[in-house]
């Protein structure tokens, strides 16, 4: 069992910058995948980005070239950091992770064009604003 809790969320005006945080704490063997997905209000859940146990990180086109995500092994930490942001990034970002020995790219990409299905734990999100 995995409990993930978010932090850093907040408002921002359009083209500012922030980091989430998501801290991982419970199994430690290692086995999952992470990710960062966002609902902003009246619309479906979408993923943001996925990065698999190697580092190897994959993104949602909207957000390619503003958003990095990273990880903190020895912190049980995971990241997203946030440029250039718009008034589009406003939403409920939620912190995921997946349980599992290997994760193809294909599971990692069809996982990231869908709502979040297949990710097996989830933290209670955070709130990032973005005005114009």
């Known amino acids: 069992l995995v409990q993930l809790e978010e932090s850093g969320g907040g408002s921002v005006q359009s083209g500012g910058s922030l980091r989430l945080s998501c801290a991982a704490s419970?199994?430690?063997?290692?086995?999952?995948?992470m990710g960062w997905f966002r609902q902003a209000p009246g619309k479906e859940r979408e993923g943001v980005a996925i990065i698999d146990k190697s580092g190897s990180a994959t993104y949602t086109d909207s957000v390619k070239g503003r958003f990095t995500i990273s990880q903190d092994n020895a912190k049980n930490t995971l990241y997203l950091q946030m440029t250039n942001l718009k008034p589009e990034d406003t939403a409920m970002y939620y912190c995921?992770?997946?349980?599992?020995?290997?994760?193809?790219?294909?599971?990692?990409?069809?996982?990231?064009?869908?709502?979040?299905?297949?990710?097996?734990?989830w933290g209670k999100g955070v709130l990032v604003t973005i005005s114009s």
């Open positions: 419970g199994s430690s063997d290692g086995r999952y995948c």
């Open positions: 995921a992770a997946a349980y599992g020995s290997q994760f193809s790219d294909q599971w990692i990409s069809t996982v990231l064009a869908g709502t979040g299905n297949g990710m097996d734990y």
